[in-house]
């Protein structure tokens, strides 16, 4: 089936996600302790953050799951803000970092254009965060869609988001292919009926993701070759 439209998770995908959010999590809970080491380890603890190597391990749940979700877990160990004040922190701050592009994404996603195909964006970070850190990449005008979890069309890995992403734009699921780096953006992609796309610039393997996937490529880069199979 041709691919009409690619929808794009954000973290992991269109940005490598290690060299982009293991240094701002090391930095955010820095801040949160305040000083507290014991809170330090607790928050770490609860978000499968190695303190010591200053990374996000793959068991974490920061890897897909919302902005919400992260805040609810870090949120007894942080006496100084209410549930709802750190998760607008989280976004905020979030939409300041440092960002590493899977690959350079401006010609990447005109070349895309260019063969006429039509672009989204679903992550489950918030959509401030994410169209934040899209307009500093200088592209966030090449998207036809931009959701978060809070846009209001539901989270990864239910379909209604991928769906929504669809009726926006008037292409069918079975002509759009879903490109993650995670279970839960494959996953999504197949509740949806979408072709799926796996990518390796997150923390997942290829053994992870070969059984979710039409395809596993190394980073989004290789895309264009795939559609010219």
């Not at 820095?30 to 380890?41: K, N, S």
């Not at 079975?174 to 996953?187: K, P």
């Amino acid at each position: 089936m041709p691919v009409d439209a690619l929808l794009f998770d954000k973290d992991g995908t269109l940005f490598d996600f290690a060299e982009t959010w293991n240094r701002w999590t090391g930095r955010l809970l820095d801040r949160l302790a305040e000083g507290e080491v014991d809170r330090l380890q607790a928050m770490a603890a609860a978000i499968d953050f190695d303190l010591e190597t200053g990374k996000i391990l793959p068991s974490s749940l920061v890897i897909a799951s919302t902005n919400r979700q992260v805040a609810e877990a870090l949120a007894p160990h942080v006496p100084q803000m209410d549930l709802d004040q750190l998760e607008l922190y989280m976004a905020e701050s979030a939409g300041e970092a440092d960002l590493a592009e899977a690959v350079p994404l401006a010609a990447f996603l005109d070349d895309l254009l260019a063969r006429g195909k039509v672009l989204g964006v679903m992550t489950n970070d918030a959509e401030l965060s994410a169209k934040s850190q899209l307009s500093r990449s200088g592209v966030l005008d090449r998207f036809a869609f931009v959701a978060g979890f809070d846009s209001g069309h539901g989270a990864k890995p239910d379909a209604d988001p991928l769906l929504a992403f669809c009726a926006a734009t008037g292409i069918a699921p079975e002509r759009t292919a879903m490109v993650g780096d995670s279970l839960h953006d494959l996953e999504a992609g197949l509740a949806a009926g979408m072709q799926r796309i796996g990518v390796l610039t997150g923390l997942a393997g290829a053994a992870d993701l070969e059984a979710h996937a039409d395809v596993v490529l190394p980073d989004i880069g290789h895309i264009p070759g795939w559609l010219d199979r």
